[in-house]
């Protein structure tokens, strides 16, 4: 009887090896970070689109401008008399320079680029029946022509009456619906008004 000691064979359960265990976790790791790098980049996307958007009760930008730029000083406000034959102000006089390029208020077409009682002046219809005028200009244009906001009419003239020293030329901006005067700073306030006269009256009797 053979007495030399039993050897009991037995297959050990397969280890993963340190290797293995490292690669998995690095492999999840890897996942959680693009995860996390792909919300971090959505949300700067999104904060600075909601930084560069207007805010939601901005005025608009509007079809109007002011005919000179940079924005002038107002000499001489809108003062529209009771009556038609009174002595008053049917329009704004803006401060500027002689030569000074005068431009379009609106997109339009000029129906007048003349002279009237002695004054150089430019006429443009705009959409909805607006009528805007400028003198004393030397008009670029001519009757007919189509224009846009911004576009150039003329060059602005000195020697307009009641322009105060030390402004060295003033652009009288009138602004008309039909045969009724309008204040013309009513085109480019931010707020959106109504365009009416300033102090307006019965005019009946």
Not at 109 to 120: I, Q
Not at 134 to 148: H, Q
Not at 195 to 201: A, D, K, S
């Amino acid at each position: 009887m053979d007495k030399s000691p039993s050897i009991h064979r037995f297959s050990p359960a397969p280890l993963v090896g340190p290797d293995v265990r490292d690669r998995r976790t690095m492999t999840r790791f890897g996942t959680i970070l693009r995860a996390l790098t792909a919300t971090a980049t959505a949300i700067t996307v999104l904060t600075a689109a909601a930084l560069l958007a207007p805010p939601a009760d901005a005025a608009p930008t509007g079809n109007f401008d002011w005919p000179l730029h940079p924005r002038p000083r107002v000499v001489r406000p809108f003062d529209n008399p009771e009556h038609d034959w009174l002595p008053g102000h049917r329009g704004v006089d803006l401060g500027g320079v002689p030569d000074e390029a005068v431009l379009s208020a609106g997109a339009g077409v000029v129906v007048f680029a003349g002279t009237v009682a002695g004054k150089p002046v430019v006429s443009v219809d705009h959409p909805g029946g607006l009528r805007t005028t400028y003198e004393p200009v030397t008009a670029r244009v001519t009757p007919g022509l189509r224009v846009g906001r911004g576009t150039v009419l003329g060059t602005l003239e000195p020697g307009h009456p009641g322009c105060i020293s030390p402004v060295a030329a003033c652009l009288h901006w009138g602004l008309r619906r039909d045969r009724e005067y309008l204040d013309p700073l009513g085109l480019v306030r931010v707020a959106p008004v109504r365009l009416e006269p300033v102090g307006r009256r019965d005019r009946g009797g």
